[in-house]
């Protein structure tokens, strides 16, 4: 199995767990057999800078829009980053839906649906978002299918998760998809994280 290669998008005031979650379960991804990694991580923002997460973590990002290598997968955190500053900035938004006609997968965790549906990405389909901002989904991009109760949504090409942790648990979801249970639960084992969701 060739090594995919995921890109979390980062910015000011991401939530922390969005990525760091992910980017856990993505890097841990091993072939039983070998020990490879399935996955090469990185991480992008718009530009080749510094960034400080929520709460105050300091985060120096791999790449930027201009230098990213090509991505099999993009994984799109939310936090007050994603729905009170990046949903205006138009540069993200575009670099966003460029993504979606390069990619294999587009994730959201949390409020980066709200980056996704701002994008027009999400019209006609199902998605989900934090408990906290299911109305405004849904009120904001009311062609869009908002579900509740639910850790995520798989939509093919476009998966979307609910808040914080649940981007954990998607991010299992999607490691069953491409490479097997087996590897998720090895994955899991190592992580110490509960996949009995997933039966």
């Known amino acids: 199995m060739r090594q995919r290669t995921v890109g979390i998008l980062l910015f000011n005031e991401v939530e922390v767990l ?3 979650g992910p980017f856990e379960v993505f890097s841990l991804a091993a072939d039983l057999e070998t020990g490879e990694n399935f996955f090469r991580v990185v991480t992008i923002t718009e530009k080749d800078d ?3 997460a929520r709460n105050g973590l300091q985060v120096l990002p ?11 997968l993009l994984i799109v955190p939310g936090g007050y980053g994603a729905e009170e500053i990046e949903i205006h900035n138009p540069n993200v938004i575009e670099w966003i839906l460029k ?4 990619v294999d ?3 959201s965790v949390c409020t980066g649906a709200l980056l996704l549906a701002k994008a027009g990405m999400l019209d006609g389909k199902k ?4 408990w906290l901002d299911l109305d405004r989904l849904a009120n904001e991009f009311p062609k869009v299918d908002v579900l509740r109760g639910v850790k995520f949504v798989d939509q093919g090409v476009l ?3 609910a808040g914080i942790s649940a981007g954990i ?5 999607l490691l069953v998809r491409l490479c097997g249970k087996a590897v998720a639960e090895q994955t899991a084992k190592r992580m110490e994280y509960d996949i009995s969701f997933m039966g």
């Open 99 to 102: 993504q979606q006609s390069e």
């Open 169 to 173: 648990n998607m991010s299992f979801h």
């Open 18 to 20: 969005d990525f760091a």
């Open 159 to 161: 998966v979307t998760s």
């Open 50 to 52: 510094a960034l400080q």
């Open 105 to 107: 997968i587009i994730a």
């Open 127 to 130: 998605a989900t978002t934090h």
């Open 62 to 72: 791999d790449y930027h829009f201009d230098n990213h290598p090509k991505l099999d």
